[in-house]
């Protein structure tokens, strides 16, 4: 059969600069926009919506880095208000479990689960940063692989609280006077390093008992943690040859853990532009790329490596002759991509060369470095690309992040799904009721959904 392309809808945010500032943009807060964004992908017939999470705004300079995005509503509230305007479309949202309990996450998936009809979905993050944790009073809670741990109870918790309900224990006969068959539904015990809990889950079974499960960290722990537990990888690798290496380390990890590869779905982040030509995408593409590289944003690019305030230097003249600050990172809080940058002076001295031999300036050369739309063309083009990607085990499909919001979705939508309709790699009618059927997972073993 042929390998369908999954496709999902990331609803815009952080590390896309022109979420707000761009003249097409409307508000990243107002319901409005969600519901707008979320009916696009419904009509494309897409798997799911997803939110991403930032617990503490990023700064800069000791300042809000507002060209990010800057506020955002809680995921959970903004789900269950989708729940009630979408029919088939999952809603996934992203949880820290460091900074959260176990009782309180399974009450609002399973609650979530209820509001929807079963197309709850949970992407697990450990989050990496003592800068997040402050929020918290906790500042640098527990070490990366402590997370992990943390991580892996904390879902496995979950996922206990939930089980506590079968799913037949509610009877209701008004004739006896019986509402529960079962005086021990919902009770539980959980005793670790991380939890000692004991009591009753006040939920009953959901529609889909559990939410299906995403990761997205990129560690050998996160990965690791995948192969053990997720239902679905969100990942950064999205080119072809990026993307097959990441396909077939974590897919081999699944049999360690009795699981199939069709058992876990690798969805790499990707942004697209269509035009109705493949030149017009390509001027498209390359004036969204100058408008998400400001000359501003091109200096705090440079920032993240140079670790040093660089807002005095001008982003159409060269690069800084001084050298990066090397050590702990002050001037960029908040960002992954300090973590990446490992060696600053090889980084800097890298994209000087680049610079001088081509005669870029460092906005230009921000634009080259930073990475390019994954998708440009016409929607043929496009849809190729797409197929080629899933049928070379690059992976199984995408999460879509449109570079506005709340409209830029609907060139994928009304262009692109078509052809891949035509081609017979994606739905026309949603198959099933819940996330899971729609996704084609396999049905929970072991226990039983109401
Ligand atoms: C594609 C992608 C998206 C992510 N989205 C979020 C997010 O929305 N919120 C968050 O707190 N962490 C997010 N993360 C961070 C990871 O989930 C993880 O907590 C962090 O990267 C540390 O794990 P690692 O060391 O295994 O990468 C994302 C990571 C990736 C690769």
Known sequence: MTKQVHLAAHFPGV??????????????????????????????????????????????NGAIYDLDVVGRPDTFTVLAALAAVTEHLGLAGTINSTFNEPYEVARQFASLDHLSGGRAAWNVVTSWDAFTGENFRRGGFLAQDQRYERARTFLSTVQELLDSWRGDEVVADEDTGVFLTDPAAGTFAHSDAHFDIAGRFDVPRSPQGRPVVFQAGDSEEGREFAASAADAIFTRHGTKEAGQAFYADVKGRLARYGRTPADLLILPAATFVVGETDAEAAELAAEVRRQQVSGQTALRKLEEVWNRDLSGYDPDGPLPAVDPLVGEHTVAKGRASVRMNRDPLAVAKDWRERAEAKGLSIRELVIEISSRQNFIGSPTTVAEQMIDLVESDASDGFILVPHITPGGLDPLVDSVVPVLQERGVHRTEYPGTTLRDNLGLPPLGGVRVA
């Open 15 to 60: 590390n896309n600069t022109t979420v707000w500032s761009d003249p097409a943009a409307g508000s990243h807060i107002e319901f409005s926009s969600f519901v707008r964004f979320a009916q696009a992908a419904e009509r494309g017939k897409l798997d799911f919506l997803f939110l991403a999470e930032g617990l503490r705004l990023r700064e800069q």
